[in-house]
């Protein structure tokens, strides 16, 4: 692929589509094909406008974008919002984040296991997690386990979506 090609292709992912174009319409698939490639998209992956718009695609995206980015709070937001596990893929100091973790696993409750030991035992967090999820309780801190209404709360969540699966 030539410098020009990632460029070109960098900065149409970087405008989006353009509703008033409709080659750019009908581009958009292939944009959003291209952002699964992100790593050979340094236009993306060093820039914030461009992660932002990547993570918000999928939340899997952040894997490819630079460590700063990874550490960059609006960023990691906007990913683990989009797509609750992506916090695995968010620099240590941000899974120490009540705010990060809180939105990742409000999103995916199963996000909890990439949190930080700390977040782990912090009870706001482990409660939005079960109530998402019960089978998140698997990754709290041990000391919440004697916490008698989230593990009762973990265990109705866990049986209610067992009953919604088929």
């Not at 035992?121 to 939005?128: E, K, L, S, T």
Request: aromatic share 6%; net charge positive; charged share 35%.
């Amino acid at each position: 692929m030539t410098e020009r090609f990632k460029k070109d292709r960098g900065q149409e992912i970087l405008r989006g589509p353009n509703s008033n174009n409709p080659d750019s319409l009908a581009a958009a698939k292939k944009i959003r094909n291209a952002l699964r490639r992100l790593a050979f998209l340094p236009e993306i992956a060093y820039n914030k406008d461009g992660a932002l718009y990547a993570v918000s695609e999928n939340g899997e995206n952040l894997k490819y974008v630079s460590k700063e980015l990874q550490n960059d709070k609006a960023v990691v937001l906007e990913a683990v919002l989009n797509d609750g596990k992506a916090l695995r893929h968010a620099s240590l100091k941000l899974r120490d984040d009540e705010e990060v973790v809180l939105a990742a696993v409000t999103n995916n409750g199963e996000a909890l296991e990439y949190a930080s030991k700390k977040q782990k035992a912090n009870v706001r967090v482990a409660f939005a997690a079960v109530e998402q999820n019960g089978r998140a309780a698997r990754f709290m801190a041990e000391e919440l386990w004697t916490n008698e209404k989230l593990v009762e709360l973990g265990n109705r969540t866990y049986k209610h979506r067992k009953k919604e699966r088929p």
